[in-house]
């Protein structure tokens, strides 16, 4: 008797653990990411995606490598007096219990300097790392997504 309560005690102790594990790995979940589609010779390709945060602390994404290309800048794309422009920014911010839309035309992450332009469907390994000390490594595929044209012309 005396040993299966020991071994439902180590049970219970175990899944607690995996719960609290479970927690930790779930704080920040990255949802549809997407490196839109660009011409052979293009110098940079948008990276978007749903950030969730789900913790109760404001968070921060501070830096993103990318393999392929020689670096990765955030981004901001702002309307300034009816022209659109690029800002780069030091951070991200994800709000405690709150989302960050990545998305054309908003906030996106620059992929600077790609050694060979990829294809659709071709994956990219990413690694984005917030100021709380997570990290996240991601891998990202080439698509068409949601394009947003405006005049005929692409907005980053
Ligand atoms: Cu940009």
Do not use: C
């Not at 049970?11 to 660009?38: E, G, N």
């Not at 602390?57 to 290309?69: C, E, M």
């Amino acid at each position: 008797m005396k040993r299966i309560l020991i071994s439902v005690v180590l049970i219970f102790q175990i899944s607690l653990v995996h719960a609290m594990d479970h927690q930790k790995l779930s704080a920040i979940v990255i949802h549809d990411p997407w490196i839109r589609t660009a011409p052979p010779n293009a110098p940079m390709l948008g990276l978007f995606m749903k950030i969730r945060n789900n913790t109760n602390q404001d968070i921060r994404l501070v830096s993103v490598q990318a393999t392929g290309y020689v670096r990765a800048e955030l981004h901001r794309t702002i309307n300034h007096n009816g022209i659109m422009k690029m800002q780069k920014q030091s951070f991200m911010p994800i709000s405690a219990q709150g989302d960050l839309d990545l998305k054309p035309g908003s906030w996106h992450i620059m992929l600077i300097g790609p050694e060979i332009v990829p294809k659709e469907g071709d994956t990219s390994m990413i690694y984005l790392e917030f100021n709380n000390g997570t990290t996240q490594t991601i891998h990202v595929q080439v698509g068409k997504g949601k394009i947003m044209m405006k005049h005929n012309h692409y907005t980053y």
